[in-house]
C-alpha cells in the first residue's frame, strides 16, 4: 500500500473521530475550539507522513484516548513499513539473470561475444582492439578500469562489481561483472563475465506490488529457485529448477533438498555437502564455489552451476527455511576451460606447448629439492623430418607430427607429461621415475618411431628419433639449464648416429666436454654478468686518398679465469643457440660507445669505428631503440660508426635489418657487408640497401698473389663496388705480397696481420 493511501486513510479516520466528538460536545464552545487544534495537528501530521512524529496525547484532557488512537495508528503504519523493508532482503536472492556478456581483454578487448557486440550494434570481431570502457557507461569507467588493473597487477580474482554498460538505452544495462586473470594466445588477460541484473533492480523498485507479483516473476527467471522448510525438505521449486533437476516440481515436494539435488566437484568427482544442510546449521548464507555440478534425475540432467543457499528470516527473527538460487554456468566454464587449454596446447598435436611445460618443469625442479624426489626430463629430436616436409609440403608433415604425438603418448605412463616445443621437437617429463625406467620408456619410443612407417600419396617413409635424458635431483640447476643440457645430450644422440638415447647425469659430464655448450653457456651468462668480456682492436688502413671510411675494428674477446681468453668462434654457436646473441652486442655497442666517449678508444678526423652485428641482433626490433638511446646518452656522432654485417645476416632478418640500416644510415652511422663473396647468390636482394662498403672475404686474400682464380674474383669484386659506388676492404691480408696484389687491384683499406695484429684496448 503506498504512502498516499496511508495519509488518505489517516485523514478519513481523523474527520471521522472529529465529526463524532463536534455532535457530542456541540454545546461547548471552548471543547469545540480544542478539538479543533487537535483536528489541524492532525491533519498536519498525515499530510507530512513523517512516520517519526506523534501527536501529543496531553492536548486536551477531553480527548487523550483519540490522541494515543491515532498515535497507535502511526505506530501500525510503520512497523508495516518495516515489514515491506524486511521482505525486500528475501527478494534479492530471487536476482534475475539474462545471457552472459563475454569478454577477453587488458585496457583493450581481445575478444568479445555477441551479448556483448549487441549492446553497441557492432560485429563481435569489430569490438577488438577497442578500448573495454566504451562498453561501460560514462559514470563507471574509472571504477572498471581501476577493478582491471588491479587484477593484472594482483593476478587474482576480483569482486563481484555490479555497472552499467551501454544499450541503446538512456539508462543503460545493469550488470554484475566477475573478472579474473587468464593467459590468452600467449598474452595474460582478464576474462569478465557479466550477468545482466536489471530485473534485481527492477524488482526492487516494485517490491511492494506484493509476493503474487514476485510468484509471477519467480517462474519466469532463468536462474532455478528452491525453498525448503526448516527441516530441509522442498516446499517450493520454480520452472527453472524443473528444467535444471528433470525432477518435476509435483514429485519432490515433501522430499530431503539432498536426495533430489545432488553436488559433485567437476575435478575429481568427489560428492559435495548438502548446502541446505549447512545453512539451516550455521544460520549463515552459502556459497559452493566455482567447480561444482548439479546431478539431476539423467545424466542428460548434468549441469555446472553456482550456487547460494541462503536463510529465510521471519519478522520475528526466526528462521523460516533456506532458499536456494542455482544458476547454470556450464557455457561459462566451457569457454573458460577452452580458453585456458589453448593457452596452454599446441594446437597441431594436442600436446602441452613449451610454455606449459616449462611451468610444469619448474615444479618437478620444485618438488626434487623440497621433497627429494627424482623425476627425469626428455628433449627429443626428429631425423628425417625435413625430408618428408620439403619432399611433401607442410600439410604431410603436420600429418606425420600429428602420427609420432600419438606414438609418444602411447609409449609413456598417464602420469608423465608430453610437449611439443618447436617445429619437430618434443619434450618428456616423467615424474617420479628412476633413471632406469626412464632409459627404458624413451628406448620404447626410439624403437616404435623407427618402426613406423608415415604413407602420403603412395610414398611411405621411415623417420627417427635422437633422444636425449637429464636426471632431475635435488642438486639440479634451472629450468633453462635443465632444458639446455637436455637438448646438448640429445645432439650428441645424433652426432654419434641418430636413432640413439643418450644421459646426461652428475657423474657424466662427458656430454658436456663433447657438445661444450653447458660450458659455454655458464661462461657467457657469468661474462655478462660479471663485466667478463673485453674488446681488442686491429688497425684498418686507408690506401690512396680516401679521407673518411673505418680505421679500426673492434672485436669481442671472453676471459676465462686465469686461462686464455677465447675468441667468438668458440662459443658463438652455444650463444646463437640460447639467444645470448642480442645481449652480447648490446654489451659491445655500449662499451665501445662509452670508450669513445671517455677518450678510451681515439680514431683520426673523420674515420669512424667498425662494430659486428649478429644475424639475431638484427632480428631484435628493440635494438635499433637501444642504438639510438646509446647515441643519446653518450654524446657520440652516429658519423664515428660503421656497423659490419654479412649477407646470410641480412637475408634471415630482411625487413628488420632493413629498417635498422635506414634510420642509422639516415643519422649519419655506415655499413659494410662483411664477408662478401661467400654469399654472391643473395647479393642482387641485398644491392639497393644503403651499404657504403664491402669486405672482400679472408678466403680470397689469403694467398692472392699467387692464386689467379682468387685474383679473377676479387678483381671483379672491385669492379662490382666500383659500378655501386661502394667502397671495398680486404681483410685477413697476412703477409706483403697479398698486400701489394689488393693495393695494385685498387682496393681502398686493407686490414690483417701485415698492419696490425689486434691489440687490447687501452
Not at 222 to 233: F, H, I, M, Y
Not at 396 to 402: N, T, V
Request: glycine share 8%; proline share 3%.
Amino acid at each position: 500500500m503506498s504512502q498516499t493511501i496511508y495519509v488518505a486513510l489517516i485523514a478519513a479516520l481523523a474527520s471521522l473521530l472529529v465529526g463524532g466528538a463536534i455532535g457530542y460536545r456541540l454545546m461547548q464552545r471552548t471543547f469545540r475550539d480544542r478539538l479543533k487544534r487537535l483536528n489541524n495537528e492532525i491533519l498536519g501530521v498525515t499530510e507530512q507522513a513523517p512516520f517519526g512524529q506523534r501527536l501529543s496525547v496531553a492536548l486536551t484532557p477531553e480527548a487523550p484516548e483519540l490522541a494515543q488512537t491515532v498515535n497507535q495508528l502511526l505506530d501500525a503504519l510503520e512497523e508495516r513499513g518495516r515489514a515491506v523493508g524486511e521482505r525486500e532482503q528475501l527478494f534479492r536472492e530471487f536476482a534475475l539473470t539474462m545471457p552472459e556478456v563475454v569478454l577477453v581483454h587488458d585496457q583493450r578487448i581481445y575478444f568479445a561475444n555477441d551479448a556483448a557486440a549487441d549492446l553497441v550494434g557492432l560485429a563481435p570481431e569489430r569490438l577488438a582492439g577497442r578500448p573495454v570502457t566504451d562498453l561501460v557507461k560514462p559514470a563507471y569507467r574509472a571504477i572498471f578500469r581501476k577493478n582491471t588493473q588491479s587484477v593484472l597487477d594482483e593476478e587474482s580474482e576480483a569482486a563481484p562489481r555490479e555497472l552499467q554498460l551501454i544499450d541503446g538505452a538512456e539508462q543503460g544495462k545493469w550488470v554484475e561483472a566477475r573478472s579474473q586473470l587468464i593467459s590468452y594466445e600467449g598474452k595474460t588477460a582478464v576474462l569478465t563475465i557479466a550477468r545482466d541484473v536489471s530485473h534485481r533492480r527492477n524488482l526492487e523498485a516494485s517490491i511492494g506490488r506484493g509476493r503474487q507479483f514476485a510468484q509471477f516473476t519467480l517462474e519466469s527467471i532463468a536462474e532455478g529457485v528452491v525453498t525448503t522448510d526448516t527441516s530441509g525438505r522442498i516446499d517450493y521449486m520454480n520452472r527453472a529448477a524443473e528444467s535444471l533437476t528433470g525432477y518435476p516440481r509435483a514429485d519432490v515436494s515433501g522430499r530431503l533438498f539432498s536426495e533430489v539435488l545432488r553436488l559433485v566437484d567437476e575435478t575429481d568427482r568427489r560428492g559435495l555437502e548438502d548446502p541446505v544442510e549447512r545453512c539451516l546449521a550455521t544460520r549463515q548464507r552459502v556459497n559452493m564455489g566455482r567447480r561444482a555440478v548439479l546431478l539431476g534425475r539423467s545424466a542428460a540432467d548434468e549441469h555446472s552451476v553456482e550456487l547460494t543457499a541462503s536463510p529465510i528470516r521471519r519478522d520475528a527473527g526466526g528462521l523460516g527455511g533456506v532458499v536456494v538460487l542455482i544458476h547454470d554456468v556450464s557455457e561459462i566454464r566451457g569457454l573458460t576451460r577452452q580458453m585456458s587449454y589453448q593457452a596452454s596446447h599446441d594446437p597441431l598435436s594436442g600436446l602441452i606447448n613449451r610454455r606449459e611445460f616449462e611451468r610444469r618443469l619448474q615444479e618437478a625442479l620444485h618438488s626434487a629439492r623440497s621433497e627429494q624426489q627424482a623425476h627425469v626430463l626428455a628433449y627429443l629430436d626428429l631425423d628425417r623430418f625435413k625430408a618428408v616436409n620439403d619432399s611433401c609440403g607442410h600439410q604431410a608433415g603436420d600429418r606425420l607430427l600429428q602420427e609420432v604425438s600419438s606414438i609418444l603418448k602411447d609409449n609413456v605412463r598417464d602420469s608423465d607429461d608430453c610437449a611439443r616445443i618447436g617445429g619437430d621437437e618434443f619434450a618428456l617429463l616423467l615424474m617420479g621415475c628412476p633413471l632406469e625406467k626412464a632409459r627404458q620408456i624413451a628406448d620404447s619410443i626410439v624403437t616404435a618411431i623407427a618402426d613406423h612407417r608415415f604413407v602420403w600419396q603412395n610414398r611411405i617413409f621411415t623417420i627417427g628419433v635422437s633422444v636425449g635424458l637429464v636426471e632431475i635431483g635435488p642438486d639440479s640447476g634451472d629450468t633453462d639449464e635443465m632444458m639446455a643440457a637436455a637438448d646438448s645430450a640429445c645432439y650428441v644422440a645424433k652426432q654419434r648416429g641418430r636413432g640413439r638415447v643418450e644421459v646426461y647425469t652428475a657423474r657424466e659430464e662427458s656430454i658436456a666436454r663433447e657438445r661444450g655448450e653447458i660450458v659455454w653457456l655458464k661462461s657467457i651468462q657469468n661474462a655478462l654478468a660479471s663485466d667478463g668480456f673485453e674488446l681488442v682492436t686491429q688497425s684498418i688502413l686507408s690506401l690512396g686518398t680516401v679521407e673518411r671510411g673505418p680505421a679500426l675494428e673492434v672485436l669481442l674477446r671472453l676471459r676465462d679465469g686465469d686461462g686464455p681468453t677465447s675468441v667468438p668462434r668458440d662459443f658463438m654457436v652455444s650463444a646463437e643457440r640460447y639467444q645470448l646473441m642480442p645481449e652480447i652486442d648490446r654489451w659491445v655497442v655500449r662499451t665501445t660507445l662509452t670508450a669513445l666517449g671517455t677518450h678510451q678508444l681515439r680514431l683520426p678526423e673523420n674515420r669512424s669505428v667498425s662494430i659486428n652485428l649478429s644475424g639475431q641482433t638484427l632480428g631484435d626490433e628493440a635494438f635499433l631503440e637501444f642504438v639510438v638511446d646509446c647515441l643519446d646518452s653518450t654524446g657520440i656522432s652516429p658519423t664515428r660508426l660503421c656497423f659490419e654485417v654479412t649477407e646470410t645476416a641480412l637475408i634471415a632478418n630482411l625487413a628488420t635489418a632493413q629498417r635498422f640500416i635506414e634510420v642509422l644510415h639516415g643519422m649519419g652511422a655506415e655499413f659494410a657487408l662483411d664477408d662478401f663473396g661467400s654469399g654472391l647468390g643473395a647479393f642482387s636482394k641485398l644491392k639497393h640497401l644503403p651499404v657504403d662498403y664491402l669486405k672482400i672475404d679472408g678466403s680470397f686474400t689469403r694467398g692472392l698473389a699467387v692464386d689467379a682464380v682468387n685474383q679473377e674474383m676479387v678483381a671483379a669484386m672491385v669492379k662490382l663496388a666500383e659500378t655501386l659506388s661502394f667502397r671495398t676492404v680486404a681483410e685477413e691480408v697476412e703477409d706483403q705480397s697479398d698486400f701489394d696484389a689488393v693495393r695494385a687491384m685498387g682496393v681502398d683499406f686493407v686490414q690483417g696481420y701485415v698492419i696490425e695484429r689486434p691489440m687490447p684496448l687501452q
